[in-house]
């Protein structure tokens, strides 16, 4: 398989892109609706379209269009929003990137994706403006704003007479370039094309009109819950970072009306005292994914919130595999509620063996998808594309997991978290142990991970939170996995209690951190391998 796979032909390679759509059609129907809030910043849809305008003309003025690519490293701001559909209405690749990555993850996708122009958020930490611009150094250096270390992008571009329609690029010309969110090995440079985005505006993950608060990047997968969100007239509200305080402020101010958060920041939510005074009854939607959401700490969830929770099944590889609709995790008392849910209808889901064969309901196995939300692969690595797909387009996830009679799809662990231990060698799939650990009332969040082991070679070990200031026996815990897995083998043989789980840049509980110590040093008696600096998938 080449690096890169083809974008179907037909009449979409020359058809008008999503971006002209929005930006010369839908934006201004909404008008002086409020598009996009930040902090005191407030953009109306009329705004978004002018200034998204302009700042396609300034890129189109400096010779930026089809075969070029202009990257983003920002920050959560209104003007980073605009960027995005600028980059592909001028027909040039897109290439977001999070603003808090270090200065090998920053080298390595430029190694693979190179970028003719770089656009640096004036806001973001001397020391990241600094590692991003260093590696695209041959880059056209812009600014948002006027204390960046370039041109200021947004004063360029009020001083230019804006193209208003016509002459915009081509869908076949639209490409996105997505850093990975993996937790092992550096960020891999993920290809989408036009197909990505005309498949999620057909099926969006919101269908009406809301106040969307986002607080994850959008110069990651953020951004295109953000663009969906602006094709159905909805207002994005952006928080720079997630932190209770400030999601419980906008709850209270700006009328939320549906919000995504990783199951993680989701429990920091619920524990947090101020969320007991705010009214939450307009919620319509919470959107989670990324990581498993432990059933009890759904339920509570369900409880606080009423039954507007929404799982997505996703990774940066694909946008959207399965989902758990709100009604499913009301089903039989929570029964679905350890599920990810079916696949989209625009996509297949599969559970295969290692050859790529489909294996029976309910037989264990990686779970693979296929249809227009997957990458066209990644860049500059053909051997990694080839590897990331079984024949006949499959994509594999990493994922291991099943399918049950019903359709539904469920998730045991990580290919490569999955514990081997024991004298029989037995299969530990680290989300039961955390689900059982999660059922204990003092228990906040588990993370489980394999330590090595000098006659198994590998042991659990479980890093846990507790309730503040409460202390738990760690016999009183083990004592919750075997009632709940009723096997000894699945009982920690450590414990660490810990004030907070560290969590990768989008929100996933960073298991290599929590890896490295126990594993520095030792020799390589993972699966596969995910010792420090060993890829993953997003």
């Known amino acids: 398989m080449t690096t890169e796979r083809t974008e179907s032909t037909g009449s979409e390679a020359s ?8 930006v010369d059609e839908e934006f201004p129907r909404h008008g002086a609706r409020e598009a996009v809030v930040h902090g005191d910043r407030r953009i109306t849809y009329a705004e978004l379209a002018q200034t998204v305008r302009r700042i396609a003309t300034v890129l189109r003025d400096h010779g ?8 983003l490293a920002s920050g959560n701001r ?22 808090d990555r270090g200065p090998a993850e920053y080298a390595s996708v430029a190694h693979h994706a190179p970028a003719d122009a770089l656009i640096v958020d004036d806001r973001i930490s001397q020391p990241c403006a600094e590692a991003v611009t260093s590696a ?5 250096l812009w600014s948002l704003g006027p204390g960046g270390p370039g041109r200021d992008l947004l004063a360029a571009a009020r001083q230019v007479d804006p193209v208003a329609g016509g002459g915009w690029a081509t869908a076949g010309q639209v490409e996105t370039v997505l850093c990975s969110g993996g937790t092992t090995g550096l960020t891999k440079a993920v290809l989408h094309r036009h197909r990505l985005y005309r498949t999620i505006l057909e099926h969006p993950f919101i269908a009406e009109p809301v106040r969307l608060l986002v607080t994850s990047q959008i110069a990651h997968v953020g951004g295109l819950y953000a663009l969906t969100s602006l094709a159905r007239g909805s207002t994005v509200v952006l928080l720079d970072r997630f932190s209770p305080e400030a999601v419980t402020e906008a709850l209270a101010s700006e009328r939320i009306t549906a919000m995504m958060l990783m199951p993680p920041t989701l429990y920091r939510l619920l524990d947090h005292p101020a969320l007991a005074d705010v009214d939450c009854s307009g919620l319509r939607r919470i959107m989670y994914g990324a990581t498993p959401i432990t059933p009890d700490r759904a339920r509570q969830a369900l409880d606080r919130f009423g039954p507007v929770l929404w799982q997505l099944y996703g990774m940066t590889e694909a946008f959207g595999i399965t989902a758990l609709d709100s009604p499913d995790h009301l089903v039989d008392g929570g029964r679905l509620l350890r599920s990810v849910g079916r696949p989209f209808p625009d996509m297949e889901a599969s559970v295969r063996d290692e050859r790529g064969a489909a294996v029976p309901d309910g037989e264990v196995g990686e779970i693979c998808a296929r249809g227009p939300r997957v990458m066209e692969g990644y860049l500059g ?4 594309t080839a590897a990331a797909f079984h024949p006949g387009g499959w994509l594999r996830t990493g994922d291991l997991g099943y399918r049950d009679e019903e359709g539904y799809f469920y998730l045991m662990d990580r290919r490569n978290d999955v514990i081997i231990t024991g004298e029989a060698g037995s299969t530990i799939y680290s989300p039961l142990v955390e689900n059982a650990l999660a059922r204990h009332p003092a228990v906040r969040a588990a993370a489980v ?27 009183e815990l083990r004592k919750y996995v075997l ?7 699945y009982l920690p ?27 520095q040093g030792q020799p390589s008696l993972l699966h596969g391998s995910t010792a420090p600096g060993s890829a993953g998938a997003g």
């Open 15 to 22: 058809g008008r892109s999503y971006a002209a759509r929005l």
């Open 64 to 71: 930026l269009g089809p075969g070029s690519t202009v990257a």
């Open 78 to 99: 209104a003007e980073a929003v605009c960027v995005p559909f600028a980059a592909h209405l001028v027909g040039a690749r897109f290439l977001p990137m999070p603003a």
């Open 136 to 140: 695209f150094s041959g880059a056209r």
């Open 381 to 384: 690595r053909p051997e990694a």
């Open 449 to 475: 991970i394999p330590v090595p082991h000098a006659m198994y070679g590998q042991a659990v070990h479980a890093v846990v939170v507790t309730d503040p200031g409460v202390r738990v026996d760690p016999e």
């Open 483 to 489: 009632e709940e897995l009723e096997r000894p083998v």
């Open 493 to 519: 043989a450590s414990f660490e209690f810990v004030d907070a789980l560290p969590l990768t840049p989008v929100g996933k509980v960073d298991k290599s951190a929590l890896r490295a110590p126990y594993w």
